[in-house]
Antibody, heavy 126, light 109 residues
Framework: EVQLVESGGGLVQPGGSLRLSCAASGFTFRSYWMSWARQAPGKGLEWVANIKEDGSEKYYVDSVKGRFIISRDNAKNSLYLEMNSLRAEDTAVYYC???????????????????WGQGTTVAVSS | IVMTQSPATLSVFPGARATLSCRASQSVSSNLAWYQQKPGQGPRLLIYGASTRATGIPDRFSGSGSGTEFTLTISSLQSQDIAVYYCQQYNNWPPKPLTFGGGTKVEIK
């Protein structure tokens, strides 16, 4: 079955750290860009970061730059999000998503996030 | 780029047409996608390139628009279409960020 399963969420104090994982199955993980997105309670979606197939390119939303690190292990079909210096405003359900992107030279062709997991909940509170 | 969706909530009779709007704060060309999210689930990709349906999406879903004004139309609302719908722009990514609209909740009238 083609699926993404997130894990690693939990309750953490402000200033703390947490590492999220996303296990991919049913497709060739190493052939896809991958993203993390989040959804604060009762709010809309916010893209957090994404990473190229081989991990050589990474992009982040400004609000997490310098605090969060996206990484992947293609041998383990896994995506990760290392979250440091956590703030109350980082409280959200975190989703991993597969992206359909083609790169020709310097041109990027984006076709959307075509597979999403069920999410893992992160709560930042004292 | 700020994406603004309207209305926040849309009530539609079963079988009727639902029209959802998404406006960008500056032109995103046709670099726009639509997603459907049901309670307790991750989102599902419906449309990319403003008007191309993703694999397996029923043809009652259609997207239109370019520049700053976009529309998602559900031609004949079914009960299984009850969800929140989000638009997402990806113009000038990378390095510009991907951004989502605030969502439109579709209800049965």
């Amino acid at each position: 079955e083609v699926q993404l399963v997130e894990s690693g969420g939990g309750l953490v104090q402000p200033g703390g750290s947490l590492r999220l994982s996303c296990a991919a199955s049913g497709f060739t993980f190493r052939s896809y860009w991958m993203s993390w997105a989040r959804q604060a309670p009762g709010k809309g979606l916010e893209w957090v970061a994404n990473i190229k197939e081989d991990g050589s390119e990474k992009y982040y939303v400004d609000s997490v730059k310098g605090r969060f690190i996206i990484s992947r292990d293609n041998a383990k079909n896994s995506l990760y999000l290392e979250m440091n210096s956590l703030r109350a405003e980082d409280t959200a359900v975190y989703y991993c998503a597969r992206e359909s992107i083609t790169v020709f030279g310097v041109a990027y062709y984006y076709y959307g996030m075509d597979l999403w997991g069920q999410g893992t909940t992160v709560a930042v509170s004292s | 780029i700020v994406m603004t969706q309207s209305p926040a909530t849309l009530s539609v009779f079963p079988g009727a047409r639902a029209t959802l709007s998404c406006r960008a704060s500056q032109s995103v060309s046709s670099n726009l996608a639509w997603y459907q999210q049901k309670p307790g689930q991750g989102p599902r990709l419906l449309i990319y390139g403003a008007s191309t349906r993703a694999t397996g999406i029923p043809d009652r879903f259609s997207g239109s628009g370019s520049g700053t004004e976009f529309t998602l139309t559900i031609s004949s609302l079914q009960s299984q279409d009850i969800a929140v719908y989000y638009c997402q722009q990806y113009n000038n990514w990378p390095p510009k960020p991907l951004t989502f609209g605030g969502g439109t909740k579709v209800e049965i009238k």
